[in-house]
Nanobody, 128 residues
Framework: EVQLVESGGGSVQAGGSLTLSCTSSELNFAVNDMGWYRQAPGHECELVST???????WYRDSVKGRFAVSKDVAKNTVTLQLNSLKPDDSAVYYC??????????????????????WGQGTQVTVSA
């Protein structure tokens, strides 16, 4: 069974920083496209950032200039650095691996939505 394991969530005040990490014993992140998603209560699952197998990156507009995604192939880890955090960034953050072509069965933060494998999520809480 393929597992993605996220870590690094927590509670910070606005303006603070957190580093989220995602790793797997079963997947080779050097060849996988990876994504970071988040879901806040009452909101839909939304794509935050992606990093391709060639390390091309993408960010949603609301996090550009504040978040940075990177990949450490030697450690088989993908990291999402969260800086200048805002209360609106509060959510459960998920990493996902192995991009799937559409159409998709659903839009939840779960397998089958754009990526084949998903982690269990890590909570980020930003207080004002």
């Amino acid at each position: 069974e393929v597992q993605l394991v996220e870590s690094g969530g927590g509670s910070v005040q606005a303006g603070g920083s957190l580093t989220l990490s995602c790793t797997s014993s079963e997947l080779n992140f050097a060849v996988n496209d990876m994504g970071w998603y988040r879901q806040a209560p009452g909101h839909e699952c939304e794509l935050v950032s992606t990093i391709s197998n060639t390390e091309r990156t993408w960010y949603r507009d609301s996090v550009k200039g504040r978040f940075a995604v990177s990949k450490d192939v030697a450690k088989n880890t993908v990291t999402l650095q969260l800086n200048s955090l805002k209360p609106d960034d509060s959510a459960v953050y998920y990493c996902a691996a192995d991009f799937l072509p559409g159409p998709y069965r659903h839009s939840r933060c779960a397998p089958g939505n754009e990526y084949k494998y998903w982690g269990q999520g890590t909570q980020v809480t930003v207080s004002a």
